[in-house]
C-alpha cells in the first residue's frame, strides 16, 4: 500500500512497544505537557505531520515563518514547537543531547530528544504566521502564550492513548485511514474540513466537491469519496460541544443524506489556529497525509474577524508549484437559500443575487438558541434530533460548550496507566 | 446591507407578536423561518459586542450579530413589542 506522505516522505509511526517503552523511560526527568502538546505529540508520532519527526528547531521555525518551508525546503506554513520556561528548564537541569520524558494526564506519553533549546521572537512569529501583532487574534494570543523557550527534536511515543467513546470508532491514524480507503475501492477523497454541526449548506458543499473531485472518472462504480475531517481541538464557551460535531457528521450518511459508500466520518486532534491561507496550506498537508487526493476550501476557511479576505486561502494556492503538494485544493464559492429558486443553490450558479438569503453555522447556532427547529431545507431533522441528544447525553443538557462542559467533559483520549 | 439582530421567533414570541396584534411584523426567510430583524448602527454593533461578550458579529455572510444569550433577545423582543417599532436598539442600550 502507499504510504507515501507530504514531501514525498514515508509515513513513519514514532512509536514504540510497552516493554521497550518501560525500559526506555527509565530514569528520565518528567515534563508535564499541556492538551495542545499532547494533541500534537499524537500527531507527530502517528504521521499526521510527516514529514516531522518531533517538535522544530530554529532553523524550520525560522524558515516557516519567513518563507512558508521546513529548513529541508519542504513545503510548511504552520510552526509546531514545545515551548518551555527558562526557569523550569534550568529546575530540571534539561540540556541540549538529554532525553526527557513528557508525561500527561500524569502518565508517561513519549520521549523528546532535545536537540536544541533555543528562543524566537513571538511577535516576529505572530507577524509571519498570522499577518498581525493583534493579541485579540486567537492564534497570536496563543502564540504569546508560548513560554520564553523551545526545545526541538524527535518525539517516540511509549504510552498510545486510549480514545474515549463516542470519538473512538472515528479515528484513524493515517496509515489507519490509508488501508480504510483501500477497502472502500475509492481512488479520489476529497476533504471536508469541520468545527461545525453540518447544516444543508456544509452538505451542499461536500456533495458539490464530490462532483468536483470526481470529475471524469467513470460513474457505474463509487470510486470517490467524501471524507469529513472534524478537527477536535481546544473548545471556547459557546461552540458545539465535539460529540455534537462528529455524530452529527456522521448521520448524514446514517439517514442517507449520502451514500453508505461515498462518505466516511473522522476525526484529528488539532488545536485551530485561525491563521487563514497559512491554516489552509496546513490543512491540505494533514489531509495529504490521511491519504486525500482533494480538499475542499470555501469561503473564510480558517479564517477569523476581518484578519484574511474570504478568499485569501484559495488564492495562497496559486503561489505554490504544483509539485510540492499531493493534494489538489477544490475552490468552492458559497451556497445560499434562494427564495425564488425554492431551494439551497450555488452562488455561482444562481442569478438572484438581490433575494438571497445567506446562512451560516453561527446564524443557526441562533436560531437553535432561540428555541426554534430550522426547516428541513436548511437544517436536517435527523441532525436536529441528534443535536438535541448530544446535549443531554454528553453537554450536561446543553449542546453549547459551558463552564461544566469544560470542567466535566468525558476527554476525548486517556493515557492508560503506565509506571515510571 | 444594514446590520441586525435576529430575533427568531419561537412560538412563545408567535404568541406575544399576534396578541400585539404585529404578527405582520416578522419577515418569512429560509424555507419558513419568521424572524425580527431589528437594525443596528456601527456604534449600537460595537456597544452590543463588548456588553455581551457571547455575541459574535457575522461580518463573512449574514453581517449580523448572533449568538446573544436568550435572555437578552426575549428583552429586546419585548421592547419591540412594547414600542411596536423595531428601531429600538437605542432605547434599548440606555440600560447598559
Same mark, same amino acid.
Given at each position: 500500500m502507499n504510504h507515501i506522505g507530504h514531501g514525498n516522505k514515508e509515513i513513519v509511526e514514532r512509536v514504540i512497544a510497552p516493554e521497550e517503552a518501560a525500559r526506555a523511560i527509565k530514569g528520565l526527568t518528567p515534563v508535564p505537557v499541556s492538551n495542545q502538546i499532547a494533541n500534537e505529540i499524537i500527531d507527530i508520532a502517528y504521521g499526521f505531520f510527516t514529514p516531522l519527526e518531533g517538535f522544530m528547531t530554529r532553523a524550520d521555525v525560522d524558515r516557516v515563518c519567513k $518563507?512558508?518551508? &521546513?529548513?529541508?525546503? !519542504?513545503l510548511w506554513s504552520i510552526p509546531i514547537v514545545f515551548d518551555m520556561s527558562s526557569e523550569e528548564i534550568n529546575e530540571k537541569g534539561i540540556k541540549e543531547g538529554d532525553k526527557i520524558l513528557l508525561t500527561f494526564q500524569n502518565q508517561p506519553m513519549a520521549i523528546l530528544e532535545v536537540e536544541e533549546i533555543f528562543a524566537y521572537d513571538k511577535q516576529e512569529m505572530a507577524q509571519r504566521v498570522y499577518g498581525t501583532t493583534e493579541e485579540k487574534h486567537p492564534g497570536v494570543a496563543r502564540t504569546y502564550r508560548y513560554k520564553d523557550k523551545f526545545l526541538g527534536g524527535k518525539i517516540t511515543l511509549v504510552n498510545p492513548p486510549k480514545i474515549n467513546p463516542p470519538f473512538e470508532e472515528f479515528f484513524f491514524t493515517p496509515r489507519q485511514m490509508r488501508q480504510k480507503f483501500a477497502e472502500k475501492g475509492w481512488q479520489r477523497i476529497v476533504a471536508h474540513q469541520t468545527r461545525n454541526v453540518p447544516h444543508t449548506g456544509h452538505e451542499w458543499l461536500m456533495k458539490g466537491s464530490w462532483l468536483q473531485a470526481h470529475g471524469? &472518472?467513470? !460513474? $457505474?462504480?463509487?470510486?470517490t469519496g467524501v471524507l469529513v475531517n472534524a478537527i477536535i481541538g481546544e473548545k471556547r464557551k459557546g461552540d458545539y460541544i465535539d460529540e455534537a460535531i462528529v455524530l452529527c457528521h456522521d448521520v448524514l450518511r446514517k439517514a442517507g443524506y449520502f451514500r453508505e459508500d461515498v462518505h466516511m466520518t473522522s476525526i484529528t486532534l488539532w488545536d485551530m489556529r485561525y491563521a487563514g491561507p497559512r491554516e489552509a496550506v496546513f490543512h491540505a498537508i494533514l489531509r495529504t497525509n490521511l491519504g486525500l487526493t482533494h480538499h475542499m476550501f470555501g469561503r473564510d476557511h480558517a479564517g477569523v474577524g476581518t484578519y484574511y479576505d474570504p478568499y485569501d486561502a484559495h488564492r495562497i494556492f496559486d503561489q505554490i508549484p504544483e509539485a510540492d503538494l499531493r493534494i489538489k485544493p477544490v475552490r468552492v464559492l458559497e451556497w445560499w437559500y434562494c427564495p425564488v429558486c425554492a431551494e439551497v443553490t450555488y452562488s455561482g450558479l444562481c442569478g438572484h443575487i438581490k433575494e438571497r438569503q445567506n446562512f451560516s453555522g453561527t446564524l443557526i447556532r441562533s436560531i437553535i438558541q432561540d428555541g426554534v427547529k430550522p426547516p428541513r431545507l436548511i437544517f436536517r431533522p435527523e441532525v436536529f434530533d441528534l443535536i438535541m441528544e448530544c446535549a443531554e447525553k454528553y453537554g450536561f443538557g446543553d449542546a453549547f460548550v459551558t463552564d461544566r462542559y469544560l470542567k466535566e467533559r468525558n476527554p476525548v483520549f486517556v493515557l492508560p496507566e503506565m509506571k515510571y | 446591507m444594514s446590520i441586525t439582530i435576529n430575533i427568531w421567533i419561537n412560538e412563545e414570541r408567535l404568541a406575544k407578536l399576534q396578541k400585539a396584534g404585529l404578527a405582520e411584523m416578522a419577515q418569512e426567510v429560509l424555507a419558513g423561518l419568521k424572524v425580527l430583524k431589528v437594525p443596528c448602527t456601527e456604534e449600537q454593533k460595537d456597544k452590543v459586542l463588548k456588553v455581551f461578550p457571547t455575541a459574535k458579529y457575522d461580518s463573512a455572510t449574514t453581517r449580523s450579530i448572533e449568538l446573544l444569550p436568550r435572555e437578552v433577545k426575549d428583552k429586546i423582543f419585548d421592547k419591540v413589542v412594547e414600542k411596536q417599532s423595531l428601531d429600538i436598539m437605542e432605547d434599548f442600550l440606555k440600560d447598559y
Open positions: $518563507e512558508m518551508r &521546513l529548513a529541508n525546503g !519542504v471524469e &472518472l467513470p !460513474v $457505474e462504480k463509487t470510486i | -
